[in-house]
């Protein structure tokens, strides 16, 4: 269903950039399988890559990466959905020197409670379901093997996060909205996108934003509450999709 979705959702908005999709298909030991998982996507252009299922998702990434020789890449994970029109064009034009990585989602949030070394709130990281970075810096920045989890929750929030790698280098971290404009860390508070009133500047859902979006009101607030610090009351602009 999440990858039906997706297809659907990349038909209907167009990337609005030059790109070569790239599909990783983790831990298929069987062909018949294989060839189910491939035909889901037969309805667009895409080059397969097969991995091993001994990594999470950052650590498939890592694998893949190997394997290109783009001086960009950008990270879908298996529930992403583009949202709006030029999506991947709207990421890249935010992106420069001076910027190590643009995202569709950040977050302040801390797993603090579930480990003591990942930094307290705010956390500030960028989240991995859709972000576009240099693939050298992927590569030097993920490890080779993340086989859980927890691993992974060290990757995209630990105290060696890549956003803070970015950090200790001079760079800045950007997310983008739908509305196309790169929002920098002091903002996104204000970006109307995740976990923030109706998420209705979301670049690229998820399955964490679609969870937030089916949320009672109580649970919204107190989901925001825990992300941003307060609860991000909704506002009705209106942003192109």
Same mark, same amino acid.
């Given at each position: 269903?999440?990858?039906?979705?997706?297809?659907? %959702?990349?038909?209907?908005?167009?990337?609005?950039?030059?790109?070569?999709?790239?599909?990783?298909?983790?831990?298929?030991?069987? *062909?018949?399988?294989?060839?189910? *998982?491939?035909?889901?996507?037969? %309805?667009?252009?895409?080059?397969? !890559?097969?991995?091993?299922?001994?990594?999470?998702?950052?650590?498939?990434?890592?694998?893949?990466?190997?394997?290109?020789?783009?001086?960009?890449?950008?990270?879908?994970?298996?529930?992403?959905?583009?949202?709006?029109?030029?999506? !991947?064009?709207?990421? #890249?034009?935010?992106?420069?020197?001076?910027?190590?990585? +643009?995202? *569709?989602?950040?977050?302040?949030?801390?797993?603090?409670?579930?480990?003591?070394?990942?930094?307290?709130?705010?956390?500030?990281?960028?989240?991995?379901?859709? #972000?576009?970075?240099?693939?050298?810096?992927?590569?030097?920045?993920?490890?080779?093997?993340?086989?859980? =989890?927890?691993?992974?929750?060290?990757? &995209?929030?630990?105290?060696?996060?890549?956003?803070?790698?970015?950090?200790?280098?001079?760079?800045? +971290?950007?997310? +983008?909205?739908?509305?196309?404009?790169?929002?920098?860390?002091?903002?996104?508070?204000?970006?109307?996108?995740? /976990? $923030?009133?109706? $998420? &209705?500047?979301? #670049?690229?859902?998820?399955?964490?934003?679609?969870?937030?979006? *089916?949320?009672?009101?109580? /649970?919204? =607030?107190?989901?925001?509450?825990?992300?941003?610090?307060?609860?991000?009351?909704? &506002?009705?602009?209106?942003?192109?999709?």
């Amino acid at each position: 269903m999440r990858f039906k979705r997706f297809v659907s %959702a990349y038909q209907r908005h167009p990337a609005g950039a030059d790109h070569d999709l790239i599909i990783i298909f983790k831990g298929f030991d069987n *062909a018949d399988d294989l060839a189910k *998982a491939k035909a889901i996507f037969s %309805a667009i252009h895409y080059r397969a !890559i097969s991995t091993d299922d001994d990594n999470f998702d950052l650590g498939a990434y890592r694998v893949a990466a190997e394997e290109l020789t783009h001086d960009l890449v950008g990270l879908l994970n298996s529930n992403a959905e583009p949202n709006s029109h030029g999506w !991947i064009a709207k990421l #890249l034009n935010n992106f420069g020197p001076t910027v190590g990585a +643009v995202g *569709a989602t950040g977050s302040f949030e801390s797993l603090h409670g579930l480990d003591y070394t990942i930094p307290p709130f705010p956390n500030v990281h960028l989240r991995s379901n859709s #972000l576009i970075m240099r693939r050298t810096d992927l590569l030097a920045m993920f490890p080779k093997r993340i086989p859980n =989890k927890y691993s992974a929750f060290h990757v &995209e929030s630990g105290p060696n996060s890549f956003t803070r790698q970015f950090f200790e280098r001079g760079q800045s +971290v950007l997310v +983008v909205g739908a509305d196309g404009r790169g929002y920098a860390v002091p903002r996104w508070p204000e970006s109307r996108t995740f /976990r $923030q009133g109706l $998420q &209705e500047n979301l #670049l690229v859902h998820d399955n964490v934003t679609r969870t937030y979006d *089916a949320m009672s009101f109580d /649970r919204k =607030k107190e989901i925001s509450e825990g992300t941003w610090g307060k609860y991000i009351e909704p &506002e009705f602009s209106i942003f192109p999709r």
